[in-house]
């Protein structure tokens, strides 16, 4: 079953007033004036509505809106946490295994989760953003994270394998297709294996988009994102001498793949402190101390930066946005936080800018956690709004 997509439309979120402020509104002057459905969304999500009549709507979605219809409205807050109904482990190759557990409906409409990183592995709070009655919830941690093992290893650890893992759990759990959620790393594994398996995927959300490309890499890891937060740019910064610091992504490398486990690990922790102290838009004490544990911190690193080194193991620095007639029939949701300083909005806005098919939620005042209020509404909503298809045979 492949989910057709609604007319194009942004949304721009806020969660901490029940009005658009002003200066919210006067945003909307850059935006395109045509071939858009413009929505503005306050705290109870969706506050004004402006059509523009020039574009050609889906003809159930024009009915409800000439009637004087309200579309029902989605549920945003969090489901309670679950517990695993099942769990296992997959030998995906010949060194490699990957935990993977299910959770909410055995028999409910399979949903994929993508961590991301590369090398965050899953949480139990990743259940949280899909209704546990509908949904079969599937999280797995990817080669090298999390549970899987071996622990940050690097050798066969490329898209490329993660795809054909997905697809391998996808035959192991003997699911026909699924829906597929994934943010930051996990956007832009979630696009790639859409691409490669169109057929699989019955709807996409993707939050903090990231396309690995040469300019996204180089905002946040050459000194882009260093005028945002200077102070926490300088302990990543200082860690590497001067006379390497002409490519920080190389110099990391250098020390994250040394024969001395503790220079790896104190390579490893300056780089997940510095996406650590950067994911939130208001600092997350919690989060920042996530680049203390060593086991987590190494994984991370060192599979982040094998990635970023290898260009994501893509083609081309395109490759993605160069691809996405494959996947236009898709119904998608993108979600990013106006402020996201770890992957920046222009990213999502390229993406938004080829697939305009898809809904595009903007959440004016968030950076780049799922976790942060606004962006977690918005993710439910958007599993919502695809589970409300299903129920409708759409």
Same mark, same amino acid.
């Given at each position: 079953?492949?989910? $057709?997509?609604?007319?194009?439309?942004i949304t721009?979120? =806020?969660?901490t007033?029940?009005l658009?402020?002003?200066?919210?509104?006067?945003?909307?002057?850059?935006?395109p004036?045509?071939?858009?459905?413009?929505?503005?969304a306050g705290?109870?999500?969706?506050?004004?509505?402006?059509? @523009?009549?020039g574009?050609k =709507?889906?003809p159930k979605?024009i009915?409800?809106m000439?009637s004087?219809?309200?579309?029902?409205?989605l549920?945003?807050?969090l489901?309670?946490y679950?517990e695993?109904?099942?769990?296992g482990i997959l030998k995906?190759?010949d060194?490699?295994?990957?935990?993977?557990?299910?959770?909410?409906?055995?028999?409910?409409?399979?949903?994929?989760?993508?961590?991301?990183?590369p090398g965050?592995g899953?949480?139990p709070?990743n259940?949280?953003?899909?209704?546990?009655?509908?949904?079969?919830?599937?999280?797995?941690d990817?080669r090298g994270a999390?549970?899987?093992t071996?622990?940050?290893?690097?050798d066969?650890?490329t898209t490329?394998?993660l795809?054909?893992?997905i697809?391998?759990?996808?035959?192991?759990l003997?699911?026909p297709?699924w829906q597929v959620f994934?943010?930051?790393?996990g956007?832009t594994?979630a696009?790639?294996y859409s691409?490669?398996?169109p057929?699989?995927?019955?709807g996409?959300v993707?939050?903090?988009?990231f396309l690995?490309?040469k300019?996204?890499?180089?905002?946040?890891?050459e000194g882009?994102?260093?005028?945002?937060?200077?102070?926490?740019?300088?302990?990543f910064r200082d860690?590497i001498p001067?006379n390497?610091?002409?490519?920080f992504v190389?110099?990391y490398s250098k020390?994250?793949n040394?024969?001395d486990k503790?220079?790896?690990?104190?390579?490893?922790?300056?780089?997940?402190?510095?996406?650590?102290?950067?994911a939130?838009?208001?600092p997350n004490?919690e989060?920042i101390?996530?680049g203390?544990?060593d086991i987590?911190?190494?994984a991370f690193?060192r599979i982040e930066n094998?990635?970023f080194?290898?260009?994501?193991?893509?083609p081309s620095?395109s490759?993605?946005?160069?691809?996405?007639? @494959?996947?236009?029939?898709?119904n998608?949701?993108?979600?990013?936080?106006?402020?996201?300083?770890?992957?920046?909005?222009?990213?999502?806005?390229?993406?938004?800018?080829?697939?305009?098919?898809?809904?595009?939620?903007?959440?004016?005042?968030?950076?780049?956690s799922?976790?942060?209020?606004?962006?977690?509404?918005e993710?439910?909503?958007?599993?919502?709004?695809?589970?409300? $298809?299903i129920k409708?045979?759409?």
């Open positions: 079953m492949v989910l $057709l997509g609604f007319v194009s439309n721009i979120t =806020s969660r007033s029940s658009p402020h002003t200066s919210t509104l006067s945003r909307l002057r850059f935006l004036s045509s071939h858009q459905n413009f929505t503005l705290r109870k999500d969706l506050v004004i509505r402006a059509q @523009n009549f574009v =709507s889906e979605l009915d409800m000439e004087g219809k309200e579309l029902p409205e549920n945003t807050n489901y309670p679950v695993p109904y099942s769990t995906v190759s060194i490699h295994t990957i935990y993977w557990e299910q959770s909410g409906n055995p028999t409910g409409h399979p949903v994929v989760f993508l961590h991301g990183g965050g899953t949480t709070s259940r949280r953003f899909f209704d546990p009655d509908f949904y079969r919830i599937i999280l797995f990817q999390g549970k899987s071996p622990h940050a290893c690097l066969q650890n490329w394998d795809i054909d893992d697809e391998k759990l996808r035959q192991h003997e699911i297709e994934g943010g930051s790393w956007s594994l696009l790639a691409l490669a398996h057929d699989k995927v019955t996409l993707l939050r903090g988009i690995l490309r300019k996204e890499i180089d905002w946040f890891y882009g994102a260093a005028a945002i937060y200077p102070d926490a740019w300088e302990s860690l001067e390497e610091r002409s490519c190389d110099a020390r994250l040394s024969d503790e220079t790896q690990y104190a390579a490893a922790r300056a780089w997940t402190k510095w996406e650590m102290m950067t939130h838009l208001l004490e989060n101390k996530r203390e544990d987590f911190s190494l690193a094998h990635y080194l290898n260009k994501g193991f893509f620095d490759f993605l946005l160069d691809n996405i007639d @494959n996947i236009r029939h898709i998608a949701t993108i979600v990013q936080g106006r402020y996201d300083v770890c992957c920046p909005m222009m990213s999502a806005w390229d993406l938004h800018k080829a697939w305009p098919e898809a809904d595009f939620k903007v959440v004016a005042d968030a950076g780049h799922a976790n942060e209020p606004g962006i977690a509404a993710l439910v909503a958007a599993n919502e709004k695809l589970k409300n $298809l409708n045979g759409r």
